[in-house]
């Protein structure tokens, strides 16, 4: 396995040879193309509800609709506990991070693949592609954010304060995860197009898997450290607390989903750059 | 003189054949052991150890590839398909990473290939400028300084703020032009051979490059086109079959290339490691030129009908196939191309044609070439679906042309035809 490392020796000059060994993550490359990522970003937030009807009320539509069903069944027919949060506002909040979590692993996963014009004929760091497909989510989510409050005011939940300073890092956890899982599925969806037929079915098993229309509070106490190597229940459960107070705050659980999703990351990162050299050539 | 390219050893290596041993079912058991055992292939490939690895081939696409190029100077490539002329180019632009060896390269290098990569069609002219600016690598203070001078070069200035989907297929590829021919890189690569477009807008990309030589920038130009080659370029180099076997003014190189490989007795034979793995279910197997005696030549009379003859294997059936010959001048001009199935009831014979060998045979009348050596491209393909084999320089052949129409002046005349035409005289008073 050899791999290419491109080391600036003076300006101007890049030098082109394949090393062997685990390649280096050449952050040096995606700082020079930065604007790309912001370039790609607003490509997709731009493109994404063109030529729709109903514009970017889409992305207040598809979580409000998800959390009217989530309501009907799991609040009205099944009567889950919410710990006495209204059941939309509870649902709702998780399907926040949810929401962008979905979004991000399926256009990042996809990136390589659907980008593969400009992966085979211009340089530029890989990187970029599922990056800025995980930024992109970033925009509904915003847009959904302004539902929720909406909604907090409606049934009168008070936030506690404290979520200026939490809630951006169980963003940031979600993000993180996110763009982890992406790194991995678009990898190997270079190679192997089975990550495409896996993704929905793959999507909807982790939905069940995290406490999205349930509170994790449902789960017996002994599951509880294995539930949370889902790292997503860690977000989902990180954003009621900061949001709506429940659950018990940053413990033992939270610790066991941040380590988890930093190792999918990091691991999804070396695998990525790994891989990277052959896109090219296998896509 | 500073070196703008130094490549050093380069190679690149291909995996091949993989694709074909993995749809080999021939029992339903065959099926069911491969499904069941597709989770652990499937974890071994993800690890890398591909239990497949034994039915891997491995090709050079390129092997031992070493040269210098100093700053300013136009260096062509030649060679045939296959001979490894867009993989250099690839891995020069850092689009692929070599196997062996090093390149080094100063400065920003730049490929009017890419044109309209990223191009999104939603998108409006103005936003397409600044995202596939930003995806050639341009910073968007340089696209906002280059703006104006784009969109006057795309001559869509009124058209600027509409989706480019809305754009005619001329005006879209101006505008991507325009933006990759702004890009202002030191090295500038083009590969004529996948250029898209018309022939305007291929005269264009030739233009664009000249002016890029003539500001004292570097050039790598890959072209099938000889004339082109001698036109736009000093220097230039052959590969064969991956290696680089010769590098020598364009002139000498452009005769070495053409008179390479064909062998002097008009007849071409393909050898298995000639023919590339895409050609499948299509394996050419030889080309003949031939007199109408059936005698095989390598030189024909102008006044003599020439027949060629293509033989070929077909190894699974295939639908709308057409085999086809490019005849061109040694400089790259062609002079006709012609299809077997281009009249209706050979189409509809031989549309679709099951496996097995078969030869295409065309008689070329008399009186048509001039004086001079002509090449004979074989091509087959299934029209707007897939081209299987091509090959633009398989066998060149030379006319002779004693006994053509006014050959008593014994005057060269221009132009690569030499018909008889039925001139009629008449006095009017």
Redesign the interface.
Known sequence: ????E?IK?EP???????SKGLAALNLRDLWI?R??I??MVW?DV??KY??TLLGMAWAVIQPLMTMLIFTFLFGKVAKLPTEGIPYPVFSFTALLPWGLFVTALNQGSRSLVA?N????????PRLILPMSSVFAGLVDFAIAFVILVGLMFYYQVTPAWNLLWTLPLFLLLAIVTALGVALWLSA?NV??R?VNQALPFLTQFWLFATPVAYSASVISEKWQIAYSMNPMAGVVNGFRWALLGTGNGPDITLWVSVGISIFIFISGLFYFRSME?TF??TI | MTTAISVKNIGKQ?KIGAAETKFRYNMLRDVIVDTVSAPIR?AK??I?KSDRRMNQNFVWALKDVSFDLEEGKVLGIVGRNGAGKSTLL????????????????????G?L??VG??F?P??TGR?NI??NG????M??SEIDSKFDEIVDFSEVTQYIDT?VKRYSSGMYLRLAFAVAAHLEP?ILVVDEVLAVGDAEFQRKCLGKMGDVAQQGRTVLFVSHNMSAILRLTQEAIVLNKGQLIMRAPSQEAVDFYLSSGQSQAGERAWSADDIPVSSLPFTPVSLKVKERSGKVVDTVRSTEPVIVEFEYRINSPVTGLRVGLYISTMRGEYVFTSFDTDSPDLYEKFDSRTAGRYISRAEIPADIFNEGRYSVGVNASSFGVRRYFMDENALAFNVDISGAPGTQWGEPRVGPVRPRLDWKIEKLD
Do not use: C, W
């Not at chain 1, 396995?1 to 290419?4: A, I, L």
């Not at chain 1, 014009?117 to 340089?123: G, L």
């Not at chain 2, 690839?90 to 290098?109: A, D, F, N, Q, Y």
């Not at chain 2, 930003?134 to 690598?137: K, S």
């Open positions: 396995m050899q791999m290419t491109l020796y101007h000059t890049v030098y082109i040879k394949p193309y604007e790309l912001f370039f490509r731009k493109v063109k030529q980008h014009n400009m992966v085979t004929k211009i340089y530029f190997i190679q192997y089975d050299k090219a050539d | 291909y499937l490939a993800m890398g690839k891995i020069l632009s850092r689009v692929t990473e070599p196997t062996t060896g090093t390149v080094s390269v100063r400065g920003r290098v490929s290939l890419e990569t990223g999104h939603e998108l936003e600044y995202m930003a995806i050639l690598g910073r968007r989706p030191e």
